[in-house]
């Protein structure tokens, strides 16, 4: 197929988890190709207090990135800017709120401008996830999360793609698999929390996925001459808290974790670290000629679990 990279890891036993690689150029006897500078690149960052978005922060800012960092839980959003702080020796603006409001969305844009008089990168981290099926899922929940999942990442882009055109900057929306590949870990949450396996897909992230993945798309044919669109398609197996959020126990979600090693190609779940890098990597003069795709960080999830 043309255009169509591949990439194989062919490994007996499942892949050692490695470390982050620090931005350095000494890494023993390897030659390391490291991702170009974000130095002064002002990037806002939802969703950042906790997960991939607090990840991607820290990165952020190790690489000279100026932040401004978006998240509910204020307390958890003060120390991702703390630890910011320490490794890339600015304060990061914080615009906290929630974003299914629109003023906060406003607020959010409009700070940032304000602040630093411009804007280079857009990171749509913020997201979240919620159990039910088609018989139980009444409209305030499904509102709540299409809200959250796509209409604030419509709103923010709507708002940020004037600057971005100006700067010739990105947008990273980090999104999930299961927007293209609806049965992957179904069945095995239906068995661990009793409830159907549509259930995931409909109000979890398939359907938001799909829109945001749309959004990319026409979006990125609108103003694919001013403006770098970017889509990280991220799986849902990524170690971080939104599965519990979403109702899964302590038991239940070590038994889901334990079930990565046979639907991931790696044999095992990701790290939100390891989403930070290849989100540094799109937002960076690195991927300069890479517009308009959907990149799957996932262990070859998407591989393992074909439809």
């Given at each position: 197929?043309?255009?169509?990279?591949?990439?194989?890891?062919?490994?007996?036993?499942?892949?050692?988890?490695?470390?982050?690689?620090?931005?350095?150029?000494?890494?023993?006897?390897?030659?390391?190709?490291?991702?170009?500078?974000?130095?002064?690149?002002?990037?806002?960052?939802?969703?950042?207090?906790?997960?991939i978005g607090a990840a991607t922060s820290i990165l952020f800012a190790k690489l000279g990135a100026k932040l401004s960092l978006n998240g509910r839980n204020v307390e958890n959003l003060k120390k991702v800017a703390?630890?910011?702080?320490?490794?890339?020796?600015?304060?990061?603006?914080?615009?906290?709120?929630?974003?299914?409001?629109?003023?906060?969305?406003?607020d959010a844009i409009d700070k940032t401008i304000g602040h630093f008089g411009k804007l280079d990168v857009l990171i749509n981290s913020a997201g979240i996830l919620a159990m039910g099926s088609i018989e139980t899922t009444d409209m305030e929940q499904f509102d709540r999360v299409m809200n959250t999942n796509v209409r604030c990442v419509y709103q923010l882009t709507h708002l940020a793609v004037p600057h971005l055109i100006?700067?010739?900057?990105?947008?990273?929306?980090?999104?999930?698999?299961?927007?293209?590949?609806?049965?992957?870990?179904?069945?095995?949450?239906?068995?661990?929390?009793?409830?159907?396996?549509?259930?995931?897909?409909?109000?979890?992230?398939?359907?938001?996925?799909?829109?945001?993945?749309?959004?990319?798309?026409?979006?990125?044919?609108?103003?694919?001459?001013?403006?770098?669109?970017?889509?990280?398609?991220?799986?849902?197996?990524?170690?971080?808290?939104?599965?519990?959020?979403?109702?899964?126990?302590?038991?239940?979600?070590?038994?889901?974790?334990?079930?990565?090693?046979?639907?991931?190609?790696?044999?095992?779940?990701?790290?939100?670290?390891?989403?930070?890098?290849?989100?540094?990597?799109?937002?960076?003069?690195?991927?300069?000629?890479?517009?308009?795709?959907?990149?799957?960080?996932?262990?070859?999830?998407?591989?393992?679990?074909?439809?």
């Amino acid at each position: 197929m043309s255009g169509l990279i591949l990439s194989l890891r062919l490994s007996v036993q499942p892949r050692r988890q490695q470390a982050a690689l620090p931005v350095t150029l000494n890494q023993g006897c390897r030659t390391v190709v490291l991702v170009s500078s974000l130095k002064g690149k002002v990037t806002l960052i939802t969703g950042a207090s906790s997960g991939i978005g607090a990840a991607t922060s820290i990165l952020f800012a190790k690489l000279g990135a100026k932040l401004s960092l978006n998240g509910r839980n204020v307390e958890n959003l003060k120390k991702v800017a703390q630890q910011c702080a320490e490794v890339g020796h600015t304060e990061p603006l914080l615009v906290p709120g929630d974003l299914t409001d629109e003023e906060v969305v406003k607020d959010a844009i409009d700070k940032t401008i304000g602040h630093f008089g411009k804007l280079d990168v857009l990171i749509n981290s913020a997201g979240i996830l919620a159990m039910g099926s088609i018989e139980t899922t009444d409209m305030e929940q499904f509102d709540r999360v299409m809200n959250t999942n796509v209409r604030c990442v419509y709103q923010l882009t709507h708002l940020a793609v004037p600057h971005l055109i100006h700067t010739k900057g990105c947008i990273v929306n980090v999104s999930s698999v299961n927007g293209q590949r609806s049965k992957l870990e179904n069945e095995h949450l239906a068995s661990l929390v009793e409830f159907q396996s549509e259930v995931w897909t409909s109000v979890g992230r398939i359907f938001p996925s799909s829109q945001v993945f749309g959004q990319l798309h026409d979006v990125h044919e609108r103003f694919c001459s001013g403006l770098v669109l970017l889509l990280l398609w991220s799986p849902g197996v990524i170690v971080t808290e939104v599965h519990k959020r979403a109702g899964l126990n302590d038991e239940q979600y070590a038994k889901f974790l334990e079930r990565c090693r046979e639907t991931h190609a790696l044999g095992r779940p990701g790290q939100a670290d390891e989403v930070a890098q290849a989100i540094a990597f799109l937002a960076s003069d690195a991927a300069s000629f890479i517009t308009g795709v959907n990149l799957p960080v996932d262990g070859g999830r998407h591989a393992m679990c074909p439809r």
